[in-house]
C-alpha cells in the first residue's frame, strides 16, 4: 500500500490547540494507510472529487463545497454599500459568526472548543487589517472580498436574520464585483456549501456558474 501523504496544517493546529491535517482522496488512496498516518494528528480534513464511503466512524461527511466563478466586465448600478473602516465591534463579529452557519467547523459537533468561533473571529479580524470589508450603514449586511492580481474572492458573506429578503446580499455581491474591478480583478469567485440554497440561487441569479465541487470530510480521532 502506498503511503498518505498528510500536510500538516500549523496555522489551524496553532489555532485549535491539537496537531491538523489535511488530505486528498486519489487513486491511490487507501482508509488503512490513512488511519496509521492520521494516529499522529487529532483532525485531519479529507477532500474529494467525488462523494466516498469509509468503513471508520470516526471519518464524517462534512458536506459539499460548490465554488461559484463570473467574469467580471462592467460596473454595477449599485448604492447603500461602503466600505468598513471602523475596528472590530461586537456587530461585525456577530455577523461572521452567522456567515459561518452552514460551515462544516459548525456542523462537526465534536469540534466543542470553540473552533468554529475561533476561525470565524479571526477570519474577519484578518479581513480588516488585510481585505476589503463592505458592510451597509447600519451594519446588518457584511462582505471581505479579497484580491490577488486578476482574481477577487468573496470569502464572508452574511445579512442580518430580521433583515433578509430586502435585497441586501444581492447589492453585497454587486458591490464586491465593483470593488473587484476597480482592484483590477476580471474574474470573482465565491466558495458556499451546495446546501445552502439561499446563497446558490443567489449567486446563479447574478450569473454565477458553479466551477468545482468538492466533497469534505473530517476525520477525529476517538478515544
Known amino acids: 500500500m502506498s503511503p498518505i501523504n498528510l ?4 496555522f489551524d ?7 491538523v491535517a489535511k488530505t486528498k482522496v486519489d487513486q491511490d488512496w487507501n482508509e488503512k494507510s490513512f488511519l496509521d498516518a492520521a494516529s499522529a494528528f487529532q483532525l485531519v480534513y479529507i477532500f474529494s472529487d467525488s462523494p466516498q464511503e469509509f468503513l471508520s466512524l470516526d471519518i464524517q461527511f462534512m458536506g459539499e463545497k460548490v465554488t461559484f466563478r463570473k467574469l467580471l466586465f462592467h460596473p454595477n448600478q449599485v448604492g447603500g454599500i461602503q466600505q468598513f473602516n471602523s475596528t472590530l465591534n461586537q456587530q461585525i463579529v456577530s455577523l461572521a459568526l452567522d456567515s459561518g452557519k452552514y460551515s462544516r467547523f459548525k456542523k462537526d459537533t465534536r469540534l466543542n472548543q470553540k473552533e468554529f468561533e475561533n476561525l470565524y473571529q479571526h477570519w474577519i479580524e484578518k479581513a480588516i487589517d488585510e481585505d476589503i470589508v463592505l458592510t451597509n450603514k447600519s451594519l446588518t449586511a457584511m462582505a471581505t472580498l479579497s484580491v490577488e492580481e486578476k482574481e477577487a474572492s468573496i470569502g464572508l458573506l452574511s445579512v442580518d436574520e430580521k433583515e433578509r429578503g430586502k ?4 447589492q453585497l455581491v454587486l458591490a464586491a464585483e465593483n470593488e473587484a474591478i476597480l482592484s483590477g480583478a476580471e474574474t470573482l469567485f465565491i466558495p458556499t456549501q451546495a446546501h445552502n440554497t439561499p446563497a446558490c440561487k443567489l449567486y446563479q441569479s447574478l450569473g454565477y456558474t458553479p466551477v468545482q ?6 476525520w477525529w480521532k476517538g478515544k
Open 7 to 10: 500536510q500538516p496544517l500549523p
Open 13 to 19: 493546529s496553532s489555532l485549535f490547540k491539537y496537531p
Open 167 to 170: 435585497g441586501l446580499g444581492r
Open 213 to 218: 465541487q468538492v466533497y469534505v470530510y473530517h
